[in-house]
């Protein structure tokens, strides 16, 4: 047995973490460049925290997900105003565009020139800029993962940057900031931290460490998805979240994705699809087919038996099987409302090219069985 694990230096987790960026940035920088999303007045307790220090900071919000002109944009205006410190706060886009720019600050060059499949391809040279990263969703896990995902418009995709470099300094985990989410926003991140549980769990390059933090995510998530959904107030649900989320991205960050994922890279880059909604829509859809296609061809190999524990661990009961788990999934997406692609403009006709797409991402490489053609348009059709 072999295998690598890597994550964020530091992460710092619980109620009021917020409270302490003031001092880690002080620690780290000079002159924070703080990312936010589309209401950048949320970030106010981050900010206050920076004042108390006398910090002087530049913001830049997201308000959408990131692309490779916002990425010039901001990393323009990172060098522009000489910060030597990003600090992400605010969901996955936030997370990944804040990254992003970290990066291409010290890099310099084009974000094209480094993203994987459409552009360059080339490797980061230099470490970027320190990161300090604020999750105010609990979904992505974006704070401990080691790339930075960017749309491109012009090819119509989204594609990673990815670097060890890319990895923040300090992740700081505060699930009082998520409290005020609305059901919907807790909805599809929430459904995106369970997919980012169970692909990691199964997916061929899966070890002991990363099966752990599955294993723990999941039961937590199980528990608390649907309170925080229903009950947004209740803090206990949305510390376990938090926490769900937490682990889901050092699990997909060391072991991989799958097929959801794959297709997410191809829909969010054609369509004015967010990605965890996207990935609810597919989920049910993808796991009842790769199930199927391993019993058909791989009967024998660990990923069924890994799908048949997921059964068990959603359901509670230790001899549930694959189909029970799939079962599960489909009904919490349906309980938590989740959209179908045809909401996003999503046709038929579109198939073919989402499928090309779709086949040659990163995270369609790592899902535990390899689909054909025709099972790809199968799970599209089902999702529509």
């Known amino acids: 047995m072999r295998f690598d694990f890597s994550?964020?230096?530091?992460?710092?987790?619980?109620?009021?973490?917020?409270?302490?960026?003031?001092?880690?940035?002080?620690?780290?920088?000079c002159r924070p460049f703080v990312v936010t999303g589309r209401t950048p007045a949320r970030a106010e307790p981050l900010l206050?925290?920076?004042?108390?220090?006398g910090l002087s900071y530049v913001t830049f919000a997201i308000a959408e997900e990131?692309?490779?002109?916002?990425?010039?944009?901001?990393?323009?205006?990172a060098l522009a105003e000489g910060c030597d410190l990003v600090i992400a706060f605010g969901g996955g886009s936030v997370m990944d565009g804040g990254k992003a720019i970290a990066a291409l600050a010290t890099?310099?060059?084009?974000?094209?020139?480094?993203?994987?499949?459409?552009?360059?391809?080339?490797?980061?040279?230099?470490?970027?800029?320190?990161?300090?990263?604020?999750?105010?969703?609990a979904g992505t896990g974006a704070e401990v993962t080691r790339n930075a995902v960017i749309a491109s418009p012009e090819h119509k995709v989204k594609a990673s940057l990815r670097s060890p470099f890319l990895l923040p300094r300090l992740a700081l985990v505060d699930p009082e900031l998520t409290h005020s989410l609305p059901p919907e926003i807790t909805a599809g991140a929430g459904l995106d931290a369970l997919t980012q549980l169970i692909e990691p769990f199964v997916t061929p390059r899966a070890n002991p460490l990363t099966d752990a933090f599955c294993r723990e995510g999941l039961a937590r998530a199980v528990t608390s998805?649907?309170?925080?959904y229903t009950h947004g107030d209740d803090a206990a649900a949305r510390e376990e979240m938090a926490l769900a989320s937490l682990f889901g991205g050092l699990a997909l960050a060391n072991a991989g994705l799958g097929a959801v994922h794959g297709f997410a890279a191809a829909l969010c880059g054609m369509f004015p699809a967010p990605h965890g909604p996207t990935c609810a829509?597919?989920?049910?859809?993808?796991?009842?087919?790769?199930?199927r296609a391993l019993i058909a061809r791989q009967p024998d190999g660990p990923a069924l038996g890994r799908?048949?524990?997921?059964?068990?661990?959603?359901?509670?009961?230790?001899?549930?099987?694959?189909?029970?788990?799939?079962?599960?999934?489909?009904?919490l997406c349906r309980d938590l409302t989740a959209p179908r692609l045809s909401a996003y403009?999503?046709?038929?006709?579109?198939?073919?090219?989402?499928?090309?797409?779709?086949?040659?991402?990163?995270?369609?490489?790592?899902n535990p069985i390899a689909l054909t053609r025709a099972e790809m348009e199968e799970a599209l059709e089902k999702a529509l």
Not at 314 to 322: H, M, N, R
């Open 7 to 29: 994550t964020t230096h530091r992460i710092v987790f619980g109620p009021g973490t917020v409270k302490e960026a003031g001092a880690a940035a002080q620690a780290l920088g």
């Open 48 to 53: 206050a925290a920076l004042r108390s220090h």
């Open 66 to 77: 990131p692309t490779t002109d916002i990425v010039r944009q901001g990393t323009r205006l």
């Open 107 to 137: 890099n310099r060059g084009d974000p094209l020139d480094y993203m994987e499949g459409i552009g360059g391809g080339n490797p980061l040279t230099r470490p970027a800029l320190p990161i300090i990263a604020i999750p105010t969703t």
């Open 225 to 228: 998805l649907r309170r925080a």
């Open 281 to 291: 829509a597919l989920l049910p859809h993808v796991m009842a087919i790769n199930v």
């Open 307 to 331: 799908y048949h524990k997921i059964g068990g661990i959603v359901t509670g009961d230790s001899i549930a099987k694959a189909k029970d788990g799939v079962e599960w999934v489909a009904a």
């Open 345 to 366: 403009g999503v046709t038929r006709a579109d198939f073919a090219v989402l499928v090309e797409k779709a086949a040659v991402a990163s995270s369609m490489k790592a």
